[in-house]
Structures are given as C-alpha cells and as structure tokens.
C-alpha cells in the first residue's frame, strides 16, 4: 500500500539502448522508476548517470522468472534486439518474449498496472504490403533464423491481447521500427552502429547485398516520446500502433552520408545479403498521428549526428 501519488513506473530491458532513455524521460516527467535487467546486452554505463537520482531503482533480475513489486505502468522493453544479439542464444531468445510477456502481464493483473509491449516491425516479417499498416498480417518465416525474435514478439503481443480480453487489463502495443541513437551497443552489428564504428575506425563499411535495400530510420527521442504517449493514451485505445521514422533511403545512401558526416576515408564494401533479411519496410504512421498526435521529428543528419558524437566518446 503506497500513500503518495508519483506514478511508480517498471521499465524492464531498462539498461539498454531504449530503455535507458526511456528512464530518463520518465524521471524527467516526475515518475518514480525502477529499472529491470539482466545486463545481457544492457549495461549500468547506460543508466550510471541516474543511479543518484532519488526517483530511481535497478534491479538485476530476468524476465523470463516471476517478479512481484508493485507498480502502476510496465514498459517491457527487455529482449535483446539485433540479430547478432538475439541469435546468440535464440531459445533464450524466444523464452525473454514469451515468458517475459507472461511474467509481466501476471504481474500487471495482480498490481492493476497498465502495461505496454515493445513490439518490433519484424512481425510484419518481409512484408507484402508497403508502407505496412497495423492491420496488416505479415509473412514471416516460422523455422528461420530471425523468428525466435518475431515468432516471439508476435506471441507476446498474441498474449498481450489474450490477457486484454480475458482479464480486461489494460493494454498497449507498440510496433517499433529501426530506431537509433546514442547508446546503441557498439558491437550489435545493426546498421548505423555499425557503419559509424568502421566509419571511426578508418574500416570499409560493409553493406549487405547490393546496398539497394530501403530502411528508414527514427531517432531515439522521437520514438521514446511515442511509447510515452501511447502509455498516456485513453484506455480504449491498445494499438498495436507503429512508430518509426517514414524517412527511407538505401543502405547505400546512408554509407555515404556517414562516411560524409565523420570525414573518413573509409570506402564502401559489399558483402552477401543474410536470409530473411527484408528488403524493404516502412510504417505507415496514419494511426499514431490520429490518435497520439504522434510523428517523429528530429531530422536524420542531426540525430546521425548526435550518435556519432557518442561513439566518439566511447
Ligand atoms: N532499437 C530498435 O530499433 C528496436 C526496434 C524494434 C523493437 N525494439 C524493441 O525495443 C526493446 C528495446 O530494444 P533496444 O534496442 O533498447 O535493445 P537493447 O538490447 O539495448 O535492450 C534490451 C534490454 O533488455 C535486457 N534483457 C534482455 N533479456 C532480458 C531478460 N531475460 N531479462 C531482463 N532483461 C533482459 C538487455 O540486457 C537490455 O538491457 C526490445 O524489446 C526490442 O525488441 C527495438
């Protein structure tokens, strides 16, 4: 039994790249937060500059067991995020999602807590339909290399749904596409950390395939401000609702615009496109700029900018 009334707020993966953004902005917001990790590619560097502030908590714990606190909001961010990453221990992988997702919304039902899932673009898979709408089914592979992340978002988010209509809790679902930003792991192998780290280093920046594949990119301060809004939306209102950047432009692009932004003299290498890899995706952002007021706002070079700054300092 709690007697004040600052929102307590669990963000678990909150050491990593987004979650540790998403801390601060909910301390900056006046919210008590308690930050749940396993450190698997998170780290306290990422939330060190928080560890003083008297709003704030971590807790070393994993997902995939139970966790009675009591709290107001979850964000369950906690699931490894590149490929590099999430095939590292792929069943791991799928058990963090899955029973990840049943942990919290167990913990969610007990507490009364309203909880929101970090879905991915991947559920769309290598889509058919573009930009990809929320009603859109996707075609993902069930037996590759990439589904124990989709498979098991698009579990998590089957249950997010089973636990809403069963046991009326409140819920939200975000379909997060290509983010970036400071505090990207430097070693995940996604795109940007990874162009700007060979960028830094005088390397060849190595481009999957022929370099024509499109992406689109949002800045981490766009996206965290989605998942806040999204959070403080009416209760009616669950999603699954994209957020992501409509921004595209090729792999080959981006090199070049990296290698411009960094000054280096690296050159642009090309090396065989990896299976599953989607060749194109886009969200359509219709529904979070109706019903969130939502857009991404901070333009590519001046976040590309900013991220390079950070890995310089790294
Ligand atoms: N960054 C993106 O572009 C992007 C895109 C789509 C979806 N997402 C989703 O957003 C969330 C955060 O992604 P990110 O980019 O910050 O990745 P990240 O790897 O930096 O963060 C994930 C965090 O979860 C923690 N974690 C992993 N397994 C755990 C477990 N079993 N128990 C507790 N903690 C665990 C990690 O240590 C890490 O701190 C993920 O769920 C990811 O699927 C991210």
Not at 11 to 17: E, N, R, Y
Not at 142 to 163: M, N, Q, V, W
């Amino acid at each position: 039994m709690r007697f004040d009334s600052t929102k307590r707020v669990l963000v678990t993966g909150g050491a990593g790249f987004l979650g540790s953004h998403l801390c601060e902005r909910l301390l900056a917001d006046g919210h008590d937060v308690v930050c749940v990790d396993n450190f698997f590619t998170g780290t306290r560097h990422n939330v060190a500059h928080l560890l003083e502030h008297p709003g704030f908590e971590i807790l070393r714990h994993d997902v995939t067991f139970p966790l009675y606190i009591e709290v107001d909001e979850i964000y369950n961010l906690a699931c490894p995020a590149s490929p590099i990453h999430y095939q590292h221990d792929p069943v791991q992988t799928t058990k963090t999602s899955v029973h990840g997702a049943i942990n919290m919304l167990g913990l969610a039902k007990r507490v009364g807590a309203k909880i929101l899932q970090a879905s991915t673009s991947e559920v769309y898979g290598d889509p058919e339909q573009h930009p990809q709408t929320e009603g859109y089914w996707g075609r993902v592979n069930p037996i590759g290399i990439r589904s124990c992340y989709d498979e098991g978002k698009r579990c998590a988010e089957t249950l997010f749904f089973d636990y809403y209509r069963q046991n009326a809790l409140r819920i939200k679902v975000a379909r997060i596409f290509n983010t970036f930003g400071p505090r990207m792991h430097p070693n995940d192998g996604r795109v940007v950390s990874n162009f700007i780290m060979q960028a830094l280093t005088g390397e060849d920046l190595t481009i999957n395939g022929d370099g024509t594949q499109t992406r689109s990119f949002c800045y981490v301060d766009d996206l965290i401000d989605g998942l806040v809004r999204l959070m403080d939306s009416p209760d009616d209102f669950t999603g699954p609702v994209n957020l992501g950047s409509t921004y595209e432009f090729t792999m080959l692009e981006l090199a070049e615009k990296i290698i411009a932004l960094t000054g280096s003299s690296s050159k642009i290498g090309f090396r065989e496109l990896p299976s599953d890899d989607p060749r194109q995706r886009q969200p359509d952002l219709t529904l979070a700029r109706q019903v969130l007021g939502w857009g991404p706002s901070t333009p590519l070079d001046e976040g590309l900018q900013r991220t390079v700054e950070y890995f310089k300092a790294l």
